[in-house]
């Protein structure tokens, strides 16, 4: 499985950007696809999940009500829809797969490149 990350940028803060996360090599339906960041310094930290099959998702408290996870399963793509973005959420983001949904980014077995994503305040 390939994972290609992309949509990172520079904001500023209370603006919004979306990643895109598109996986090759493997049907998605068994899958869980995350996303996490890694601010520097700071260890890597769970973002978002989302099932494949079936849309069920989860989110670190942190982004609760301001990120937003989606896929299509047409396109084998993944997105993470950022608003309100804060300093704090400067980071690389990596999208990742793994068979269960896990906040441990240790569990996921494949991951993508990394999209920095600063937010200035």
């Known amino acids: 499985v390939q994972l290609q990350a992309s949509g990172g940028g520079l904001v500023q803060a209370g603006d919004s950007l979306t990643l895109s996360c598109v996986a090759s090599?493997?049907?998605?339906?068994?899958?869980?696809m995350g996303w996490f960041r890694q601010a520097p310094g700071k260890e890597r930290e769970f973002v978002a999940a989302?099932?494949?099959?079936?849309?069920?998702?989860s989110y670190a408290d942190s982004v609760k009500g301001r990120f937003t996870i989606s896929r299509d399963n047409a396109k084998n793509t993944g997105y993470l829809q950022m608003s309100n973005l804060k300093p704090e959420d400067t980071a690389v983001y990596y999208c990742?797969?793994?068979?269960?949904?896990?906040?441990?980014?240790?569990?996921?077995?494949?991951w993508g490149q990394g999209t920095q994503v600063t937010v200035s305040s």
């Open positions: 989302i099932r494949w099959s079936g849309g069920s998702s």
């Open positions: 990742a797969l793994d068979r269960y949904l896990s906040m441990n980014p240790a569990a996921y077995d494949y």
């Open positions: 090599g493997r049907t998605l339906s068994t899958y869980v």
